[in-house]
């Protein structure tokens, strides 16, 4: 499935920020005809450059947030961040 690159980072703009679920996000985006586009491998690639869900909170952060300490997962700076704790 060829989706439009544009739509494809609007999703993951669309994802950031949220703890909503991803059919959420490709729906509210590409609307009711993309079910399924969650198991494309292009786009699963885009959102991946993009985004990721922490393990920690189920947020969705930009890739620039993620972890530098952290070897196992995805994990957000607040979730790995040991000083919280």
């Known amino acids: 499935?060829?989706?439009?690159?544009?739509?494809?980072?609007?999703?993951?703009?669309?994802?950031?920020?949220?703890?909503i679920?991803?059919?959420?996000?490709?729906?509210?985006?590409?609307g009711d005809d993309a079910v399924g586009l969650e198991n494309d491998i292009e786009f699963c690639s885009i959102l991946d450059d993009k985004v990721f869900c922490c393990e920690g909170c189920g947020w969705w952060c930009g890739m620039d947030e993620i972890a530098t300490d952290n070897v196992s997962g995805f994990i957000c700076d607040e979730c790995g961040?040991?000083?919280?704790?």
């Open 81 to 85: 961040d040991p000083e919280d704790e």
């Open 1 to 19: 499935m060829s989706t439009d690159l544009d739509k494809d980072s609007a999703v993951a703009d669309y994802l950031r920020g949220t703890c």
């Open 21 to 30: 679920s991803l059919e959420q996000g490709i729906s509210a985006v590409h």
